[in-house]
């Protein structure tokens, strides 16, 4: 397997991998002043043929052009050990899911997504591709999330909610009604800064 970014992200995502006693090939990096990092050498172009990899990269439109550009390659899910996930959970491609996360009863999360250190989603939640749930971020039941949007640290998100595509949710924000696409959202409550 291989680590597609070489920084703090990354650390975190190779940490996951070894404790599921997956072999590291190493990391995937463009900028030629990084050569190893945790001990694993780091590549500075795609290694040939079909290989596996996981995108170490919190960004999520840097993800989704990754993806894009390397057809090729397969994108496992891959999940801390010490995360709580219901067997009736689904978990799309290149997911990752970090220690302390919960996903509970019938959520479907999609390709490419990151569920951070100690996020919560409850019963019934769509959670479409390349969305980033950062740490402690608490979604109640039924709440859908657009593709491509981050929802930042501690955010809560009432029952019900539907966030659009490509959103922006700041830190500790309190989501009580509905956002639209490619909003930027701060505060408690919510409250659109940015369309």
């Keep these: 397997m291989y680590l597609f970014g070489a920084s703090g992200h990354g650390k975190v995502i190779a940490e996951i991998a070894e404790r599921n006693n997956l072999k590291i090939e190493g990391f995937i990096d463009t900028d ?12 500075h172009r795609n290694p040939e043929g079909p290989i596996e990899a996981i995108i170490a990269i919190g960004n999520n439109e840097v993800r989704k052009r990754i993806v894009n550009e390397t057809r090729s390659f397969t994108y496992p899910s891959l999940i801390h050990p010490g995360a709580n996930i219901s067997s009736r959970s689904i978990l799309g491609n290149g997911t990752v899911v970090m220690a302390g996360a919960t996903i509970n009863v019938d959520v479907n999360v999609g390709q490419h997504c990151i569920i951070n250190t100690n996020a919560s989603i409850d019963h019934d939640c769509i959670i479409e591709d390349f969305v ?32 659009g595509k490509w959103v922006k949710i700041g830190a500790g924000a309190v989501i009580i009604r509905d956002i639209p696409d490619g909003c930027t959202v701060v505060g408690n409550p919510g409250r659109i800064i940015k369309k």
Aim: charged fraction near 5%; aromatic fraction near 4%.
């Design 32 to 43: 030629l002043n990084k050569s190893s990092l945790l001990g694993y050498t780091v590549f």
């Design 132 to 163: 980033h749930l950062s740490p402690n971020v608490a979604l109640a039941g039924n709440v859908h999330v657009g593709e491509g949007t981050h929802v930042g640290i501690g955010a809560c998100v009432i029952q019900g909610i539907t966030i």
